[in-house]
């Protein structure tokens, strides 16, 4: 991103000029208006990344200006700061859109960190909108490898580096990481990028045909070959082929594969002939090939002339904010195959599907994503157009953020509510991850006002109060 410009609206002028000399410092183009209109007007007149503004304004105040320059710039990122804070007015800006809402008095560290965040925020949504131009000005609906994360990159890094090579690569992943994707990468960015990409997944056919597949056969090598057929490796002559699911390969076959990448020589099945052909193999798998060595499932001889450049792709759950970037990206490539205009995503979508730990990876978000493009009616993918693992599945994170000052009690009851709502309602379950008597929960319950706040006669779980610390009465 080029240098930031950040707009701060404030009727407290030592404020406004203060915060603006903090941030100018930083490197960052500062403007500075005194109330709501003059920002207003600005914000219509200038680029401006990041909007900070007083909650409190003479002529209109910072909720109103929020809603009004999200109106103009939806993706303008707004932080609002306040002396007079209060959960219900953070809760209220975050929903009208803001990125954070700070209260006076409040500290420079304080302030420059979510200025750095909100700008990360900024960066990523003008990716996102550089990826989707380049998508519209595609002419075909081919995927590409999308990503952002640090490991991803770093993954991308060692994948540009080796493709010009000659070398052998494994690509090891779990299902649906995007091996194939890595492989074609391999192929576009090698000197043979002009020759054949050619694909065998190795546990989609039966061992009593991947011979000939692999290798080709002459005519009446076995009943119904009526006429010679080239292999894969002969159609990849001077180009790359991809044995997906490596893992799957009986022995067998193993030996004869280990002979090609050797020598680069084979024979067709029954045939006599020794054919030569010069290909670059790229191999895939799921499996953990160092353990079926070991298992004596898989030849150590052939592992180690596969794994001379061993590619690790990590699974979606471990792609730092990656998932925001495919969804976005997949959005884009099925509306354009279905021939529908979509606005987006909305927030409660959004929540779920980044809350999701996608088991099936960047694969079954995909999946997710183009099924929820052919349900919508409105133009918006909404919860009830996800596929029902994703809206059922709890969150993926074991915490939840309290506000620093948030009153014990109120604490109190936010742990034991959201407790209960990820046990699904499971009064003993929680006494236990909270570590009180059932009749605890039962007590505590009542006194919110809550459902479920009769005791009964004997809970599941019981413990005398003594044996175990309780939540304050």
Same mark, same amino acid.
């Given at each position: 991103?080029?240098?930031? %410009? ?5 009727? #407290? ?10 941030? +100018? ?8 208006? &005194? ?15 990041? *909007? ?11 909720? &109103? ?9 939806? #993706? ?5 700061? %306040?002396?007079?804070? $209060?959960?219900?007015?953070?809760? +209220? ?20 960190? %979510? ?23 595609? $002419? ?29 690569? *494994? ?41 000939? #597949? ?70 895939? $798998? ?77 694969? #079954? ?42 009153? *014990? ?7 034991? $509510? ?21 009749? %605890?929960?039962?007590?505590? *319950? ?16 019981? &413990? ?10």
């Amino acid at each position: 991103m080029t240098t930031a %410009t950040i707009l701060i609206v404030d009727d #407290e002028a030592s404020l406004r000029e203060s915060l603006g000399k903090i941030l +100018e410092r930083e490197g960052f183009e500062i403007r500075l208006a &005194e109330d709501g209109p003059p920002g207003l007007a600005l914000l219509q007149s200038e680029r401006v990344d990041l *909007l900070i503004t007083d909650l409190k304004l003479p002529n209109m105040d910072g909720m &109103e200006l929020l809603k009004a320059a999200k109106l103009l710039r939806p #993706e303008l990122e707004v932080i609002l700061i %306040t002396g007079y804070g $209060t959960i219900e007015a953070a809760v +209220e800006a975050m929903r009208q859109g803001a990125y954070d809402f700070i209260t006076k008095p409040f500290k420079k560290l304080q302030i420059l960190k %979510t200025v750095e965040k909100a700008l990360e925020k900024v960066s990523l949504v003008a990716e996102n909108r550089q990826l989707r131009q380049r998508l519209d000005e595609e $002419t075909s609906a081919r995927r590409e490898l999308v990503y952002a994360s640090p490991e991803m990159s770093a993954v991308m890094s060692l994948v540009q580096q080796v493709a010009p090579s000659s070398a052998t690569v *494994l690509v090891q992943g779990e299902s649906g990481t995007g091996k194939e994707m890595v492989a074609e990468v391999l192929h576009r960015l090698s000197a043979r990028r002009d020759g054949p990409l050619v694909k065998v997944s190795c546990a989609a056919l039966p061992e009593t045909l991947l011979e000939s #597949e692999l290798f080709g056969h002459e005519r009446g090598a076995f009943t119904g070959a009526a006429m010679a057929r080239e292999g894969r490796f002969e159609l990849a002559h001077r180009g790359t082929l991809f044995l997906d699911e490596i893992g799957e390969l009986p022995l067998a076959m193993q030996v004869k594969l280990l002979r090609v990448l050797q020598d680069g020589e084979f024979e067709r099945l029954g045939g006599r002939r020794t054919l030569r052909v010069d290909v670059r193999v790229v191999t895939a $798998t799921n499996r953990d090939l160092e353990k079926e060595v070991e298992a004596k499932r898989f030849r150590e001889d052939l592992f180690y002339r596969l794994n001379v450049i061993a590619i690790d792709l990590p699974p979606l759950r471990e792609r730092r904010g990656e998932v925001d970037l495919l969804a976005e990206y997949f959005v884009q490539l099925y509306s354009r195959k279905n021939n529908k205009e979509l606005s987006g995503i909305s927030p409660d979508a959004w929540e779920l599907l980044r809350s999701y730990h996608w088991p099936g990876n960047v694969r #079954e978000l995909e999946n997710a994503i183009e099924r929820a493009v052919i349900l919508t009616r409105s133009g918006t993918i909404e919860p009830d157009h996800l596929p029902p693992a994703v809206r059922r599945a709890p969150p993926a994170t074991s915490h939840f953020v309290i506000p620093f000052g948030t009153p *014990l009690e109120e604490v109190e009851r936010r742990i034991l $509510t959201e407790t209960l709502r990820r046990t699904g309602g499971d009064k003993n379950l929680t006494a236990r991850l909270l570590g009180v008597a059932a009749r %605890t929960i039962y007590r505590k *319950l009542d006194r919110y006002g809550q459902p479920g706040g009769d005791e009964p006669d004997k809970p599941e779980y019981e &413990e005398p109060d003594s044996a175990s610390p309780d939540l304050p009465s």
